[in-house]
């Protein structure tokens, strides 16, 4: 997976995360994944399709979630409650949001589906090309995970190569 | 979260109607926290454009806040659809998907101002005072 596609998503959870929590955000680790994904607590998936195909998960254990959600929030939210799970969703959707539109600026054009709550406890596994990047980052209520797994849609590349043939004759 | 001086209407010195359009719960509550922040009044919600453009109908809003990615009918196809029925609607467009096709769209269809996620209350205040323009009223620090 080519870092200018990763570069965005980064970019993206470090200021919503910033501005929703209100302090500073690291990234803790970052690992290539290729078995299958296994859920942490609540997780929250976006579909992208378009020039670039594939998907986001934003995953944070119970616990976190819930310190997460009641920063945002404003207030104390119980482990039930369902802004929690709604929390972790419009975080998902305004990281991927956010790094779309960085990434369309430049080019790539694509189209974001709402995010679903990821509730298996696996996800599908990551193929040759579909390799996921698991991003730790670390922040003040604990450690969110992001889990993409993004790859060119074939059509967009065989356009990139037959402009580039183009330019070179 | 910070109090804005109250943005009301000129006409009638009531408070600004709102109408939230959001597939997000949280999303929702939290612009209804920002617009009760403004001295603004909850007129409606709703969840995706289709039930968005029959809670207008119903609650005839003086301002409609959508978002765009949703289940559906999406926003910028809802609020085409309601400035359509009503010229004098005033929607402004609030989305994680800030980028320029989409902002030029959802003006170009009718929409009047666009904000983009995660919406800062200062920037969301500012931009609800111009969309209003002469229709707004705000009120000193003493609360007049």
Request: charged content about 25%; hydrophobic content about 45%.
């Given at each position: 997976?080519?870092?200018?596609?990763?570069?965005?998503?980064?970019?993206?959870?470090?200021?919503?995360?910033?501005?929703?929590?209100?302090?500073?955000?690291?990234?803790?680790?970052?690992?290539?994944?290729?078995?299958?994904?296994?859920?942490?607590?609540?997780?929250?998936?976006?579909?992208?399709?378009?020039?670039?195909?594939?998907?986001?998960?934003?995953?944070?254990?119970?616990?976190?979630?819930?310190?997460?959600?009641?920063?945002?929030?404003?207030?104390?939210?119980?482990?039930?409650?369902?802004?929690?799970?709604?929390?972790?969703?419009?975080?998902?959707?305004?990281?991927?949001?956010?790094?779309?539109?960085?990434?369309?600026?430049?080019?790539?054009?694509?189209r974001t589906h709402p995010?679903?709550?990821?509730?298996?406890?696996?996800?599908?596994?990551?193929?040759?090309?579909?390799?996921?990047?698991?991003?730790?980052?670390?922040?003040?209520?604990?450690?969110?995970?992001?889990?993409?797994?993004?790859?060119?849609?074939?059509?967009?590349?065989?356009?990139?190569?037959?402009?580039?043939?183009?330019?070179?004759? | 979260?910070?109090?804005?001086?109250?943005?009301?209407?000129?006409?009638?010195?009531?408070?600004?109607?709102?109408l939230i359009v959001d597939d997000s719960?949280?999303a929702r509550?939290?612009?209804?926290?920002?617009?009760?922040?403004?001295?603004?009044?909850?007129?409606g919600e709703a969840g995706e454009g289709l039930t968005a453009i029959a809670e207008y109908e119903r609650?005839?809003?003086?301002?409609v806040l959508m978002d765009i990615t949703m289940p559906q009918m999406e926003g910028i196809e809802a609020a085409e659809k309601i400035v359509k029925q009503h010229?004098?609607a005033?929607v402004?467009m609030v989305s994680?998907v800030?980028?320029?096709?989409n902002?030029?769209a959802a003006?170009?269809r009718g929409a009047?101002?666009?904000?983009?996620?995660?919406?800062?209350?200062?920037?969301?205040?500012?931009?609800?005072?111009?969309?209003?323009?002469?229709?707004?009223?705000?009120?000193?620090?003493?609360?007049?």
């Amino acid at each position: 997976m080519k870092m200018e596609l990763i570069q965005p998503f980064i970019n993206a959870a470090d200021a919503v995360l910033a501005d929703g929590l209100k302090g500073p955000i690291s990234i803790a680790s970052l690992t290539m994944e290729e078995e299958a994904y296994r859920r942490k607590g609540v997780a929250a998936l976006v579909w992208v399709t378009g020039d670039i195909e594939g998907r986001m998960v934003i995953d944070l254990d119970p616990e976190t979630a819930v310190r997460v959600a009641s920063q945002f929030a404003g207030e104390e939210l119980p482990s039930s409650d369902v802004l929690v799970k709604e929390t972790v969703c419009e975080l998902a959707n305004q990281v991927v949001g956010n790094a779309i539109t960085s990434l369309n600026d430049q080019g790539f054009h694509f189209r974001t589906h709402p995010p679903v709550l990821h509730t298996s406890e696996h996800g599908s596994k990551g193929s040759e090309d579909t390799e996921a990047l698991v991003i730790c980052l670390e922040t003040t209520s604990g450690d969110v995970y992001m889990n993409i797994a993004l790859r060119y849609k074939q059509a967009f590349l065989q356009g990139h190569s037959a402009a580039a043939g183009r330019q070179a004759g | 979260m910070e109090q804005f001086a109250a943005v009301r209407r000129s006409k009638d010195g009531q408070p600004v109607r709102y109408l939230i359009v959001d597939d997000s719960v949280f999303a929702r509550k939290n612009l209804a926290r920002m617009i009760e922040s403004f001295g603004g009044q909850l007129a409606g919600e709703a969840g995706e454009g289709l039930t968005a453009i029959a809670e207008y109908e119903r609650t005839k809003p003086d301002i409609v806040l959508m978002d765009i990615t949703m289940p559906q009918m999406e926003g910028i196809e809802a609020a085409e659809k309601i400035v359509k029925q009503h010229p004098e609607a005033r929607v402004v467009m609030v989305s994680s998907v800030g980028y320029q096709e989409n902002i030029v769209a959802a003006l170009q269809r009718g929409a009047r101002h666009f904000v983009q996620k995660p919406v800062k209350p200062e920037v969301l205040y500012e931009v609800i005072k111009y969309v209003l323009g002469d229709d707004a009223l705000v009120a000193n620090a003493a609360g007049a």
